[in-house]
């Protein structure tokens, strides 16, 4: 009997296996994924393995050879099909039933998509899988004009690389700016005017309302107009894989339902990733994130557990985005901050926006400012002199003293 089983192979499960190793648990482990990798990463999906900076080696998350090694049984290309509850065992596409003593799933999410007029037509992509960048980056070799629907991270990060690999670049947000979701009016107009001056048409408040071509996509439609295409990359949320949790009969809302131990509704079942709704302790309230940091702090607490330890899950949620030469680097909610104060030069795309709120840090957005984010990571909640923050001239880390 396999003692720990772990359902999805992508980061939480990477994480997750190795952490349970590192632990010093010795017995079996089973990672389960449905793709036909070893677990990876996917931001560079979007970024540099997608530009064909890097290849596939620097995208796993560790060689092959590192489960083998140590004796993770590591089954990709499998589907886990069901989670029995009664007798602690899931079920694969392939007929295997494998017994369980705790169970992680991190199942992670799938693209949303769109189910407007043409959208089976060839040359429409969503990009979430290796296996999907390959054929994008295949695609884009004929392309002469691409379109991106979704004016987030990742269609931004992907306009970026499609416009210096020389393609005609379009991209479609419903709402009034991009980045709307994740960050300020101050920062989505900073982005809107760094691809404008790069090449990109954005275009804000359109609605993307079907795709027109013959026998591939050739032209988007927005309502009265259209915009000649002959690649399109859809990016427009993710929707968490949930349907498993749910079937077995465990706590779902907006995710799969966990406590600050990754625990679900059923103790034997842990859950980590995407696909969590998790209570944050220091926003004091319910988060479901999709971010890399999220799910490996989630995976090594879950791990911990299930070999029998005590961990809280607990951390200030961080995220990164890269578009051309660009870090930007994201603590917290800048939605949590009342004031906001700059620092450094937004002309020369080095600069740091803090959120505060009742004088204290909440928030910052780090552009080319990996110290400024290191520091701000420490001044969370604690209260600043806004003069101080504000000039450049000041050592920051000064305050990390007080
Ligand atoms: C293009 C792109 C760029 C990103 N960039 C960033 C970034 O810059 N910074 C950042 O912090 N985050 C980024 N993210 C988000 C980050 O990659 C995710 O938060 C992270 O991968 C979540 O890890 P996970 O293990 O929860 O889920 P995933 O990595 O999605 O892994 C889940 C795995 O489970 C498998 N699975 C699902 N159901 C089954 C089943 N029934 N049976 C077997 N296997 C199953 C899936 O196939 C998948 O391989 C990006 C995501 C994408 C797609």
Known sequence: MAAMVILGAGHAAGQAAASLRQAGYEDGIVILGEESHPPYQRPPLSKQYLSGEQGLEKVYLRPEKFYADRNIDLRTGTTVTGIDRENKSVTTSGGD?????KLLIATGGRPRKLTIEGSHLPGIYYLRTIADVDDISAAMKSATSVC????????LEVASVAVVSGLRV????MEERVLQRVTTPEMSQFYHDLHTSRGVN?????????????????RVICGETSIEADLVIIGIGIIPNIELALEAGLTCDNGIVVDDHCRTSDPDIFAAGDCTNHPNPIL?????????PNAMDQARTAAANMAGGDKSYAAVPWFWSDQYELKLQMLGFSSDGTTQVLRGDKAANEFAVFYLHKGAVVAVDAVNSPREFMIAKQLYGKQVDTAQLADTEFDLKSLLKK
């Open 97 to 101: 039933t494998i017994s369980y003593e």
């Open 170 to 173: 379009n991209v479609l947000e």
């Open 148 to 155: 991106i629907v979704g004016g987030g991270y990742i269609g």
């Open 284 to 292: 004091g309230r319910r988060l479901r994130l999709e971010s890399v």
């Open 202 to 218: 954005i275009h804000v408040s359109t609605a993307c309302s079907g795709f027109e071509g013959d026998g591939h996509v050739e």
